[in-house]
Structures are given as C-alpha cells and as structure tokens.
C-alpha cells in the first residue's frame, strides 16, 4: 500500500493505515527506563525510522508509552512534504508547550524530516524543543540525550552518505504481527523540482542485500506473512556485493525466495526507472505481490519537464502498458498527483485526468502543489496558480478518481482471491479483513478464521473503497 500523509485522499473504509493519522508508541516495560513517547508524521520511512529509533532507545535504557502523559520524554519524528504537514507539528509543539508547564523535566526532542530541514534554527523558533535530531543521526541518540540531562540543547543533524542502519533490529510498533515494512534504501538522489526529500533525507543509498534478506527472514519466523521494501526510489536499488552488483530485481527475487507464504510488496517505483525486469521478476512469483505504486504528478509532458521528472506522458503510457502487458489487466496500479503546480493550465490539467483514465489506477494519492522553501521549484518557478483554482482542479481529480476506482472494483465481482487476513474488520469484530495480491481490502464473515491465515474469498460486493465477500474452500 503506498505510504504518504494526504492532504486528501481515497482511503478505504476498513484500512486506514495509508494515513493521515499519527501513530504513537506502543508499551513497553523494562521496569527500569525512563519513558519515551513516539508520534510520527509523514510517509511510511518514517514510521519505519521510528522503529530504529525505538531500538535505539531501549539499548540507552528508555521504556516506550503509548500515553503521552506518562512521558518523560517525547519524541516528534516529522515530515516536511507540504507545508502542511508542518504546521501540524507546530501545532502539537504548542499542545505540548502547555503541558510542559506541569512538567518541567519533559524532554522534548524534534526528529526527521523537518528537523533536517530547519536545523538549528528550530530551536529558536520552538524554544520548548530540547533535541533537534535529522534521520541519519539517530545512532547518536544515546549522547544527544546525555546533553540534554546536563542542561544543554542538542542539535545533530548531519546526513550520511552511508548510514542504512543495517545492522539495527526494528522495534515494531503498532504491529498486527502479519505485515511490516523494511527499508531498503535511504535518501533520493532525484531532483524533482517540487521536492523537499533530497534535502531532508540525502543522498540514496542503498541497504546490504544480505541484512534486508535476514530481516524478512526473522519477519517470517516471528509469524509475520508479508513484507512491504520501502524506498523513495526502490527500482534504483543497487548492492555491490562481492563484485556482483545486484539491483532491485535481484532484492525481490531473493526476498521472495524465503518463503511461498511470505508475501512482498514494494513501495515506491519511478516511472523512468521501473524496469520490465522488475515485471517479469513479480509475473514470475505468485508472492510478489501484483501490485504498483507508480506516481505520475501530472499528465502534461510539459508540466513534467519543469517537475524535472525526466518522463514524458507518452513514457508514463508506456510503463502503464508495460505492467498491463506483462503483469495481466488485473494488476493494481496506484498512483499520487499534484494539482496546481507551477504555470499549469486547464490544458494541463485535462492531460492529468485524461492520462488517469487512461491508466485506470485502483486509487490515488491527491494534493494540491504547496510550495517548499529552497526547492529548484522554489527558486525558479511562481507558484502561480491561484488556490481556488488548485483546489478546484483537485476536485476534479478526486471525483475521477471515485469513479475509476468504483469501476475497478465493479469488475472483481464474482472473481476469487487469495487474502492474508490481517485482522478484524474496523466496523465489526464480526468479520475479518484483509488484502489480495492488487492490494485491495477485502472484508468478510470470520468464521474460524484467523490473522495470518490466507483463505480465498468470493466477492459479492463493493463500495468505492472495499470489496465484500465470503470465504470458499
Ligand atoms: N518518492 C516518491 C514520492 C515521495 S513524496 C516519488 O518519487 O514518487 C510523496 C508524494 O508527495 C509525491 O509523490 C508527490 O505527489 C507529493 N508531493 C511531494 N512534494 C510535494 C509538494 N511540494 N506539494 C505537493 N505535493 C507534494
Ligand atoms: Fe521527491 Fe522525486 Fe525523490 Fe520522490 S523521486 S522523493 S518526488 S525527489
Ligand atoms: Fe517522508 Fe515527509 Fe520526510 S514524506 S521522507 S517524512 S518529508
């Protein structure tokens, strides 16, 4: 399932987690730590890092809490991706800000993505924030805190060229003990004009092969029954492993090779780098998941060019009818797009949702263009488009977008999948949910059925978001 914090989205009724919501700690309790309190914002990397960075401070001696209130510390892990998803994070320093008054000794520690991106300066600007720590410093968390326990500010924000934290065991939070999420890679080296991540993540680089294979492996023996790679650009994932380089083709089939009953999915592919190698490796294992998050912003090539890209729509049309080809009519495909962005014109716009019809994505992540200080778009274009128009425009993608994804879950009536339950169902503990291979939520009768099993279920019906239906043997 993709992974980024919408401004608006389609979500399903029963699977929220591509979120806009904000996760939190679980509990644990050594007896002996001080307790440390975790939100995180943003894209899946970053609920992801706040694993790591749970690991991390358990190995420094700190319990975790899913109540804020117990807290001797809070950590924000934050994302920068539109203005925003900062003002969120501005706003709940604030909340934070008022309960410190009762609690002098909270430690407040800004991580991610924003704290990359404002550094030093965040101190000024929140002067309750203690710790301002950027995604590849999390190693020295342990020192950072020491700092601050001896009256100081701390501030690390240094980016690796490097650092995977590969040799690190993940903390998992909010598991429901089937799926969970493996980085892969950090940091892109793209430069889309629009984007904040190159400069809040650093440059890409890719994980040892052998360490992510090991992860899924252990994932596997735990009882975990699917694995979800994460990058911001997995198709470039490249090891050099012995002399033997091996890329993302190669990751898959490895990763897939574990086990039949271990499901992978992958997140998220660049049109201009998502080989039919790739197609062929996912047509090749019924565990590879039939599914493609394949952001296209725009349907204009000119549009395009000044997101600097580096495809065209007749390119974008060519991957669509790669996966369709190779991977069947069936395939998921989902996809993310902005509205409004520099000089776009209804022209433009039209090309945006002729080129979704085209494509006739499963669903789609939706924004409007929100400028980011700094970025190429930032310091060449105007951000001219007027937000009514943004807005309207964004509209209009979303209604497409209905209808698309009612018309593509109209046609699995009738058909059978294969579904990983994943749990209860989010209205009743009466049915279970889970996903088929195209990533789809389907819910249905529990019976005696369990998470983690794969049953096959009939579908009778659907809404825009779900399909409905009944286990056959
Ligand atoms: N690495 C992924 C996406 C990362 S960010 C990729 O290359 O596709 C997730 C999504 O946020 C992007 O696909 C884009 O649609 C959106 N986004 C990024 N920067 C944005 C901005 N400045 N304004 C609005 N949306 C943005
Ligand atoms: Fe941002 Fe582009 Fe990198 Fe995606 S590929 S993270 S949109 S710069
Ligand atoms: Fe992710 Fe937001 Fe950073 S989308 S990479 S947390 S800017």
């Known amino acids: 399932m993709p992974h980024w914090v919408n401004d608006i989205q389609i979500l399903s009724e029963v699977d929220k987690t591509p979120t806009e919501t904000i996760k939190i ?29 749970t690991s991390i401070m358990h190995n420094h001696g700190y319990d975790t809490t899913s109540n804020y209130h117990d807290a001797d510390v809070v950590f924000l892990n934050t994302c920068s991706i539109r203005e925003n998803a900062e003002q969120k994070v501005r706003k709940r320093l604030s909340e934070i800000n008022l309960s410190k008054k009762n609690k002098p000794s909270l430690v407040v520690g800004v ?42 500010k701390a501030v690390n924000v240094f980016l690796s060229k490097e650092e995977t934290y590969a040799d690190i065991a993940p903390v998992r939070l909010h598991t429901n003990g089937v799926t969970a999420y493996i980085s892969i890679m950090r940091g892109c080296d793209n430069m889309c004009s629009f984007c904040v991540v190159p400069y809040t993540r650093g440059r890409e680089r890719s994980r040892d092969i052998q360490s992510i294979v090991n992860e899924a492996k252990d994932l596997f023996a735990q009882g975990y029954r699917e694995v979800t790679l994460l990058g911001q650009n997995v198709d470039s994932y ?47 294992y019924e565990n590879i998941c039939k599914y493609v998050h394949l952001p296209v912003q725009s349907g204009s090539t000119r549009i395009l060019e000044l997101m600097n890209r580096t495809y065209t729509r007749e390119w ?8 369709r080809n190779i991977l069947g009519e069936d395939c998921g ?6 509205s409004g962005f520099c000089t776009e014109t209804d022209e433009d716009h ?25 970025t190429p778009a930032a310091k060449k274009l105007k951000d001219d488009v007027p937000d009514n128009i943004k807005k309207k425009r964004l509209n209009e993608i979303i209604q497409l977008q209905g209808q698309l994804s009612r018309e593509r879950n109209q046609q699995d009536l009738g058909n059978t999948y294969k579904v990983l339950i994943e749990g209860y169902s989010k209205k009743s503990d009466d049915y279970l949910q889970g996903r088929n291979s195209q990533n789809k939520v389907i819910v249905f009768p529990k019976m005696h059925y369990k998470k983690g099993e794969y049953v096959h279920v009939f579908v009778e019906k659907c809404t825009q978001a779900t399909l409905l239906g009944h286990v056959i043997n």
Request: a negative charge.
């Open 25 to 53: 700690s679980d509990d644990t309790h050594t007896g002996k730590g001080r307790k440390l309190y975790i939100e995180s914002y943003g894209c899946q990397m970053n609920f992801s890092d706040s694993e790591i960075v």
């Open 111 to 152: 991580l991610g993505c924003m704290a990359e991106r404002l550094k030093a300066k965040l101190l000024e600007e929140e002067k309750i924030v203690d710790m301002v720590v950027g995604p590849d410093a999390y190693r020295d968390l342990g020192t950072l805190m020491q700092e601050v326990d001896e009256g100081h």
């Open 238 to 284: 490249k090891y050099n492993d012995d002399g033997n380089v091996l890329n993302f083709a190669h990751l898959l089939e490895r990763v897939a090779l574990i086990h039949p009953d271990l499901r992978v999915r992958f997140s998220t592919s660049h049109p201009k780098d998502m080989t039919d190698d790739v197609l062929y490796t996912m047509s090749k």
């Open 316 to 323: 974008y049309i060519g991957r669509i009818d790669a996966i």
């Open 333 to 338: 495909i989902s996809t993310d797009t902005i």
């Open 350 to 374: 039209a090309d945006t949702l002729s080129i979704m019809k085209y494509a006739k994505f499963d669903y789609a992540y939706m924004f409007t263009y929100s400028e980011r200080p700094n």
